[in-house]
């Protein structure tokens, strides 16, 4: 039982300054993927092939926001599911 007590620390920077700046970053590159193809699709009105670059520029940006919320809930429901990673900020948090 000890070796779990001095391992949560580490996991908690682990989670603090890796795991969660990763969610973060992989929503925010999804988001702009999303907002370029919108972009792209409405500025190209005439030409076919540039609207279907758009169009699967949209699909894939909401492909990825789709997993980083499916993930962050998945996160959530480990959180909430397993005793001693309580968190109530919504970062995982293995000294609680």
Do not use: C, H
Not at 7 to 25: G, H, S
Not at 27 to 46: D, H, K, P
């Amino acid at each position: 039982m000890q070796a779990a007590v001095s391992i949560a620390p580490f996991l908690d920077k682990l989670a603090e300054l890796i795991i969660n700046p990763l969610i973060y970053l992989a929503f925010t590159v999804a988001l702009f993927i999303f907002i370029t193809g919108i972009i792209q699709f409405i500025r190209s009105e005439t030409s076919d092939a540039k609207r279907g670059q758009g169009k699967q520029k949209i699909v894939w940006g909401l492909v990825g926001m789709f997993i980083m919320f499916s993930a962050y809930g998945i996160v959530r429901l480990i959180i909430a599911s397993v005793p001693g990673l309580k968190s109530d900020t919504g970062y995982i948090n293995f000294q609680k």
